[in-house]
C-alpha cells in the first residue's frame, strides 16, 4: 500500500525557514517523480514544486523560486521540501504527492497519491 | 500558465440525481486532467486520470470526458457518501494548476 506521511510543520515567523519531510511507502521510491501541493486555510490547491526520481530536475511555481528548495533522499525514501524567507502568504496545509511514474507532466506526472498534509503557518 | 475554469462553484442535489461538472482550460491540455475529491480534513483522492480513466477501487457511478479544452466530471447517481469537493487538475504543462473547486451537498 503506497503511503506518504509528511512532518515538519510549525508556526514560524516572517522571514524564517523550516524544512518539511515527506516519508514514503509501499513502492520503490526512486522511480517516482515528486511534487508539493500546498491549500491556504478555505482556498484551493497550488502546486509548489516537483523533482523527478533521481533528483536530477527540480520544478518551482513563480512565487517560491529563489526561496524553496526541493530534495530528496532515496536512501531513506523521503522528500525534502526546505522553505526559506517565508511570508504570511505561505501560510497552508503542505501536501506531498506522488506522480505515476518518472515525470512532472503528462501521464507518468500525474499525481495519484496524496499524503495527509503538514500545516505551516507564517505569523508573528 | 493554464487557467482551469470550474463549474458550479457550488451545487446542491438530492441523493440520486446526476451531477455534473464541468472544467474549462484555457488552452488544450490533450486530456491531461485529474478529477479530485476532497472531504474535509482529508488529504484529496484521485477519482479520475487522463480525464476519463477511473483511479483503482472508484465507484463506477463517477465518470470523466471531454478532449481539448472542455471537460466534464459525472456522479450518475449522487450518493451521501460523495458530499464533499471536487478539483480538477491538468498536468500538460508546468506550472500544474488546479479548477477552484465544486462543493457537493445533498439537497
Known amino acids: 500500500e503506497v503511503q506518504l506521511l509528511e512532518s515538519g510543520g510549525v508556526l514560524v515567523q516572517p522571514g524564517g525557514s523550516l524544512r518539511l519531510s515527506c516519508g514514503a511507502s509501499?513502492?520503490?521510491?526512486?522511480?517516482?517523480?515528486m511534487g508539493w501541493v500546498r491549500q491556504a486555510p478555505g482556498k484551493g490547491l497550488e502546486w509548489v514544486s516537483s523533482?523527478?526520481?533521481?533528483?536530477?530536475?527540480?520544478f518551482y511555481t513563480d512565487s517560491v523560486k529563489g526561496r524553496f528548495t526541493v530534495s530528496r533522499d532515496n536512501s531513506k525514501n523521503t522528500m525534502y521540501l526546505q522553505l526559506d524567507s517565508l511570508r504570511p502568504e505561505d501560510t497552508a496545509l503542505y501536501y506531498c504527492?506522488?506522480?505515476?511514474?518518472?515525470?512532472?507532466?503528462?501521464?507518468?506526472?500525474?499525481?495519484?497519491?496524496w499524503g495527509q498534509g503538514t500545516l505551516v503557518t507564517v505569523s508573528s | 500558465d493554464i487557467q482551469m475554469t470550474q463549474s458550479p462553484s457550488s451545487l446542491s442535489a438530492s441523493v440520486g440525481d446526476r451531477v455534473t461538472i464541468t472544467c474549462q482550460a484555457s488552452q488544450d491540455i490533450r486530456s491531461y486532467l485529474n478529477w479530485f475529491q476532497q472531504k474535509p480534513g482529508k488529504a484529496p483522492r484521485v477519482l479520475i486520470s487522463?480525464?476519463?480513466t477511473l483511479h483503482t477501487g472508484v465507484p463506477s457511478r463517477f465518470s470523466g470526458g471531454g478532449s481539448g479544452t472542455h471537460y466534464t466530471f459525472t456522479i450518475t447517481s449522487l450518493q451521501p457518501e460523495d458530499v464533499a469537493t471536487y478539483f480538477c487538475q491538468q498536468y500538460d504543462d508546468l506550472p500544474l494548476t488546479f479548477g477552484g473547486g465544486t462543493k457537493v451537498e445533498i439537497k
Open positions: 487522463d480525464a476519463s
Open positions: 504527492a506522488r506522480a505515476h511514474d518518472d515525470a512532472v507532466t503528462g501521464s507518468a506526472g500525474s499525481f495519484d497519491y
Open positions: 509501499g513502492f520503490t521510491f526512486a522511480k517516482f517523480a
Open positions: 523533482m523527478t526520481g533521481t533528483g536530477g530536475h527540480t
